[in-house]
């Protein structure tokens, strides 16, 4: 049964709002999706939520794909633009509870991963991680000074790829830590003077790529740690690849 919700002083509707910031989402420990591609991935993924909420059009047009056991919530067209913060609201959302980032031990972990450091850039993240989804990797794991897979650009930019592989905000040391201790390969992708022909290493069937900073490249920190630091040869006169880009050149290659 839906629940009609009219009033902007409504305490569902300010909550819903508040998770825009990460203040927000941390008091609540949810966050927001917005768009029904996202709303759908997640039920599709059987995904907890916690709440559905959209326009009287949005809710008829997508009765049928909503799950029985979860609240619905039916929004004026003015409040539903109060929420999100996409330029054209498509007036359906979902909130859904922020897991646990100790759920995933580095030292029990297996598969490929890839690794983001200090990655700012939404649009970077999120094809880098439906790039991982098409390449058959295990998860990505977000390093320190990397934009949150919570923010809202993060979210929609990853497509609905978040709810098919695992993803982390972790310490990248202990997670290169624990790899290498259990002789996985780590694989960074900063030119030094042993760097590696990407072309030239074994597939990955348990390890991981890291992926630097879309100007600084990798931390010096980390770069010191991993077992191999690997480049792509370019043919023509373009100084460098995006990170993206790269990313996928890598991870299909080794992984796919």
């Known amino acids: 049964m839906k629940e009609k919700i009219t009033s902007s002083q409504n305490r569902r509707v300010k909550e819903w709002r508040s998770l825009a910031s990460k203040k927000g989402r941390k008091a609540t420990r949810t966050y927001l999706l917005e768009s029904w591609h996202l709303v759908q991935e997640a039920i599709k993924a059987q995904q907890p939520l916690t709440a559905i909420m959209g326009t009287a059009e949005q809710l008829s047009a997508h009765a049928d794909g909503l799950p029985t056991d979860v609240p619905i919530y039916e929004l004026t ?13 498509q ?9 646990d980032e100790t759920a995933i031990d580095p030292k029990t972990a297996t598969g490929a991963w890839l690794f983001l450091d200090y990655v700012q850039d939404p649009g970077n993240i999120g094809t880098m991680v439906r790039t991982a989804d098409a390449a058959g990797l295990t998860g990505v794991v977000f390093g320190k000074g990397t934009a949150s897979r919570f923010l809202p650009k993060v979210l929609r930019a990853m497509q609905g790829s978040q709810f098919h592989i695992q993803l982390v905000e972790a310490d990248l040391h202990d997670w290169i830590g624990a790899f290498t201790a259990r002789q996985l390969p780590v694989y960074g992708t900063n030119l030094d003077p042993q760097a590696q022909d990407y072309r030239d290493v074994p597939a990955l069937t348990n390890g991981a790529i890291v992926m630097g900073n879309e100007g600084n490249g990798m931390a010096p920190d980390l770069q010191r740690l991993t ?18 880009v790269a990313a996928g050149v890598v991870m299909f290659r080794l992984v796919g």
């Open 91 to 99: 007036g359906i959302f979902a909130t859904a509870p922020m897991p």
């Open 77 to 89: 067209d003015s409040l539903a633009k109060t929420i999100g913060d996409t330029g054209t609201p």
């Open 227 to 244: 077992t191999q630091n690997l480049y792509i040869p370019i043919k023509g006169q373009a100084e460098s690849l995006n990170v993206a």
